[in-house]
């Protein structure tokens, strides 16, 4: 379907004005031990860029970019900071913006895992001044 009929039909049909453009991704997932995919799943996208200003391979690297920020913040802050069980409804965007900061702070000691990081941090306190003290 050529971009201007989509985007009248999003506009029409889904009240979804400015839509140019729209697809499907597949992505399969597995751990890295795992021989076979664990999970595969299809999910829709859409945008509002003509196909002139973003290629397929734009698209491409937007959607691999968007889930390199979701495996490499948000899961790390739920799985190492608990933050999906915590109930601050006042103060949640504040303890999140900690969070972001010690994230930062352990990720310039170069460890592979952000526990090790924070073990690192425990077992040696010295370490910890100089990474607020900055470069």
Do not use: K
């Amino acid at each position: 379907m050529p971009s201007e009929e989509l985007g009248r039909y999003l506009a029409r049909e889904l009240r979804w004005p400015g839509a140019r453009q729209a697809g499907l991704v597949r992505r399969a997932r597995r751990r890295t031990s795992a021989a076979r995919w664990e999970q595969v799943e299809t999910r829709p996208w859409l945008t509002s860029l003509p196909p002139e200003r973003a290629s397929p391979a734009a698209i491409a690297a937007g959607l691999r970019g968007h889930w390199g920020i979701e495996n490499g913040l948000h899961q790390v802050r739920d799985g190492t900071y608990g933050e999906d069980r915590q109930h601050a409804r006042l103060t949640g965007h504040l303890l999140a913006a900690v969070r972001n900061a010690a994230l930062n702070l352990t990720r310039r000691l170069r460890a592979r895992y952000v526990p090790d990081a924070h073990r690192r941090l425990a077992a040696r306190p010295d370490l910890g001044l100089p990474l607020l003290a900055g470069p």
